[in-house]
C-alpha cells in the first residue's frame, strides 16, 4: 500500500517562499510519475504541478507557470514543491498524488497524501 506524506505548509507573506515535500513508501517510486494539486473552500481540487518518474519532463497549471517548481529525488522517494512569488490565491490545501503519467487530470491519479496547509497573507 503506497503512503503519501506532505509537509512544509504554513504561513507566508505575500512574495514570500515556501518549499513543499512529499515523501512516499509502500512503492517503487521511480515507476510512477506525481503531481501537485491543491484545494481551497468550495472549491474542487486544482492541479499545480507533475512530473515525470525521471523527472525530465514537468507540466504545470498556467496561474503557477513561472512561480512553482516541482523536483523529485528518487533516492529519497520524495517529491517537492518550490513555490516562490507567493499571492494570496495561492493560499490552500495541497495535496500530492501518484500517477502512472504526466498529467493534470485528477481521475488519473490513484494515491493522495493527507494535504499541507499554505496560507499566503496579503
Known amino acids: 500500500q503506497v503512503q503519501l506524506v506532505e509537509s512544509g505548509g504554513g504561513l507566508v507573506q505575500a512574495g514570500g517562499s515556501l518549499r513543499l515535500s512529499c515523501a512516499a513508501s509502500g512503492g517503487t517510486f521511480s515507476n510512477y510519475a506525481m503531481g501537485w494539486f491543491r484545494r481551497t473552500p468550495g472549491k474542487e481540487r486544482e492541479f499545480v504541478a507533475a512530473?515525470?518518474?525521471?523527472?525530465?519532463?514537468?507540466y504545470y497549471a498556467d496561474s503557477v507557470k513561472g512561480r512553482f517548481t516541482i523536483t523529485r529525488d528518487n533516492g529519497k522517494n520524495m517529491v517537492f514543491l518550490q513555490m516562490n512569488s507567493l499571492k494570496p490565491e495561492d493560499t490552500a490545501v495541497y495535496y500530492c498524488?501518484?500517477?502512472?503519467?504526466?498529467?493534470?487530470?485528477?481521475?488519473?491519479?490513484?494515491?493522495w497524501g493527507q494535504g499541507t496547509r499554505v496560507t499566503v497573507s496579503s
Open positions: 512530473i515525470s518518474r525521471s523527472g525530465v519532463t514537468t
Open positions: 498524488g501518484l500517477t502512472w503519467r504526466v498529467t493534470g487530470s485528477e481521475s488519473d491519479y490513484t494515491y
